[in-house]
């Protein structure tokens, strides 16, 4: 808890906080739409994840230019920048007149999530390097505590607008305003510059392999966030035959013990370590992922519960091993852990639309719960090994 009382006493780091709050708050009001999107444009799962691939592929095509910006224009203003544009950007998929126009608006957001989500990421990491304190873990608890004010407000909100877009404009412009408020804590922060030609001429394989299985894992974890916010309220829907206003139930719970999960995690990592909190945040997943299954609504939700808390310390700790990499500089590392990893959280969603089509939704959980036990298996046989004092 020390890390968010931090947070809760200084400008400092509740600004770089916020904006973790504020991408969720977005992703989160969203979320609670895709069942009307469904609808209005008549798709099918499928459809639904072909949609949701422009958004991966958007972040796709944002990443490899995210460090050119950062060092053009630096980390903070870019950060400032790129949660702007998020903010307006996910207005247009609710103001979309056809399917093409969905998928149109849905790249330009993944354009500007890519390139928040990786400033952001790294300018948490800089910020601890140059001021010894460590935050991350809580700065994630503000993104989850994000998810908890976009979908669970969001779902005594949804009632109250006739127009979907109505509600998305409010939400975004909560966070412009909150942005342009909070963002002079942040936006004259610019990265350390690496020294000259320690970059060049390296493949590319080569300079992501020191962080490699991090990012993997990350990968599987981010792509689990990502799918249980987009398909947790379908899931319920469709499978647990939950009622539209229930439906939303499961994602609130997974963001609230999440977001509590992370804001307790610092001091959990100080007790058992980075890599026994990794390995048994996986095996509370994969017991989530079974009570899930189960297919009942309260046991269901209850599992969503299970999960949040079993994920929620897991992103904050590859990222703070990311970070002890010797052989890369940490806001590097960072940037390449965290963009890979929120590659899965785009691209979860749009494959877990395609095995939905293909088989069923509760196979697409079966997924998610197969790609858990990989990420517990990397932790074990691969990461021990490197980091073993953590």
């Known amino acids: 808890m020390k890390s968010l009382l931090l947070i809760l006493s200084n400008l400092r780091y509740f600004a770089p906080s916020w904006v973790f709050s504020s991408v969720n708050i977005l992703i989160g009001t969203w ?10 444009f008549e798709l099918n799962d499928s459809q639904i994840g072909v949609a949701l691939f422009f958004t991966a592929f958007g972040l796709l095509l944002a990443i490899p230019f995210v460090p050119y910006v950062n060092k053009k224009i630096g980390i903070g203003r870019s950060t400032k920048i790129g949660i702007l544009l998020l903010a307006v950007c ?3 998929p609710l103001l979309a007149s056809n399917y093409y126009l969905l998928c149109v608006s849905l790249l330009c957001t993944g354009i500007c999530s890519g390139f928040t989500g990786t400033s952001m990421n790294a300018l948490a990491s800089h910020i601890e390097k140059r001021d010894q304190q460590n935050f991350m ?13 976009g979908a669970g407000i969001g779902s005594f909100l949804i009632a109250q607008f006739s127009n979907p877009s109505y509600h998305m404009l409010l939400m975004s412009s909560l966070v412009i305003a909150t942005t342009l408020f909070l963002s002079k804590n942040y936006q004259h922060i610019i990265e350390e510059v690496l020294p000259e030609n320690s970059e060049k001429g390296t493949h ?4 992501i392999k020191p962080v490699l299985g991090l990012s993997i894992i990350a990968f599987i974890i981010l792509f689990n966030e990502g799918a249980v916010e987009h398909w947790s309220n379908l899931f319920l829907f469709d499978v647990v035959h939950a ?12 963001s609230l013990t999440m977001t509590l999960g992370r804001f307790l995690g610092d001091g959990v990592s100080k007790k058992i370590g980075s890599m ?34 079993g994920i929620s310390v897991i992103i904050p700790e590859l990222f703070r091993l990311a970070g002890k990499t010797k052989e890369m500089n940490t806001s ?17 969603p749009v494959l877990l639309g395609f095995i939905s089509s293909w088989s069923n939704l509760t196979m ?21 090994k490197k980091y073993p004092a953590n």
Do not use: W
């Not at 979320?31 to 209005?40: A, F």
């Open 31 to 40: 979320i609670l739409y895709v069942p009307h999107i469904k609808m209005k």
């Open 90 to 92: 996910f207005n247009l």
């Open 137 to 149: 873990s809580a700065a994630h608890g503000f993104f989850s505590l994000g998810g908890f004010i």
């Open 204 to 207: 590319i394989f080569k300079r």
């Open 243 to 254: 009622t539209e206003s229930q439906s939303g139930f499961g994602f609130v719970i997974f």
């Open 276 to 309: 026994s909190a990794i390995s048994y945040g996986c095996i509370i997943a994969v017991i989530a992922y079974s009570l899930i299954l189960v297919s009942d609504l309260y046991i269901s939700v209850l599992g969503f519960g299970v999960l949040g808390l």
């Open 332 to 348: 590097v590392a960072i940037s390449v852990v965290s963009g890979i990893g929120f590659m899965g959280f785009l691209v979860g």
């Open 364 to 384: 697409s959980y079966v997924f998610l719960m197969i790609l858990i036990v990989l990420a517990f298996s990397l932790s074990v046989f691969r990461l021990r």
